[in-house]
């Protein structure tokens, strides 16, 4: 089907090999039908969607709308979840809005180095994220009532002391556990940490980060932060947590001009 009529949007979900029969999702954003449109060795994976409610238009009237954008970007997600799930793809970006096929297609030519490099990078691998969050605050010594204000203010400069401590060795084993599973990794990522509103968690978070395992390192890179988690609960009164795997959003953009790998630190 070649969307040229002016009702219609073509919404792009992110690229596969082109050679690699794999089934497809149901349906994508708004229960829209799920097609390909090839692309040189690689295809486009794509919905047609109504372009009075995902359009241009609509995109500048409800983008910033976290009541529309959430099932929008879930949606999208769900389609590039299940692509990753039966090999690899390289994501695109939200809005991925175009006119036409034709469109779409221009403007990826337009970007096809980027996208072949991105491609190479990406072959054979996917993302896992990783955060870590204590379980206990640090500890403050039990102490009998002072005898005198110099005594309370020693107290309290010796008790910030011993917390700070506790801090600093926490730090060091939440670096010890990143660089732990960076050796694991192709790329790495580190995000700053989420906050309490977003988590839903009183604690704070330690580390957020993300890391481009290849596929056929996946239950070694698993089984290194599960040898972490237990040191870090049983050691630090910390806690990590290991989601995925994703589709590789935070390394569409990590190969460098040579295809290299990178580890980074993200804003």
Do not use: C, K
């Amino acid at each position: 089907m070649n969307v040229d009529d002016a009702t219609f949007v073509v919404h792009a979900y992110g690229l596969i090999q082109g050679d690699e029969p794999r089934p497809m999702p149901d349906h994508g954003i708004a229960n829209a039908d799920i097609r390909t449109i090839p692309f040189h060795r690689l295809e486009v994976v794509v919905s047609d969607l109504a372009a009075a409610s995902f359009g241009e238009a609509a995109w500048a009237e409800h983008g910033e709308d976290t009541r529309w954008l959430t099932p929008v970007a879930a949606a999208h997600h769900e389609v590039l979840q299940h692509l990753v799930e039966h090999g690899d793809v390289l994501p695109l970006q939200l809005p991925g809005i175009y006119p036409s096929d034709e469109v779409l297609v221009d403007a990826l030519d337009s970007s096809r180095r980027d996208l072949e490099r991105a491609w190479r990078f990406l072959a054979g691998h996917v993302e896992w994220s990783l955060q870590i969050f204590p379980t206990s605050p640090p500890p403050t010594p039990a102490a009998t009532a002072p005898r005198s204000g110099r005594e309370y203010l020693e107290r309290r400069r010796s008790q910030q002391s011993a917390r700070d401590e506790v801090r600093r060795q926490r730090e060091l084993l939440v670096m010890d556990t990143h660089e732990a599973l960076v050796r694991e990794a192709t790329a790495s990522v580190v995000r700053a940490p989420l906050d309490s509103a977003v988590t839903g968690r009183e604690e704070p978070m330690l580390l957020n980060s993300a890391y481009l395992v290849p596929r056929q390192e996946e239950q070694r890179f698993l089984q290194v932060a599960e040898e972490h988690h237990h040191q870090l609960v049983a050691t630090a009164g910390m806690r990590l947590e290991v989601t995925g795997p994703w589709p590789p959003y935070s390394f569409v953009g990590a190969a460098d001009q040579n295809g290299d790998d990178l580890t980074r630190t993200a804003p």
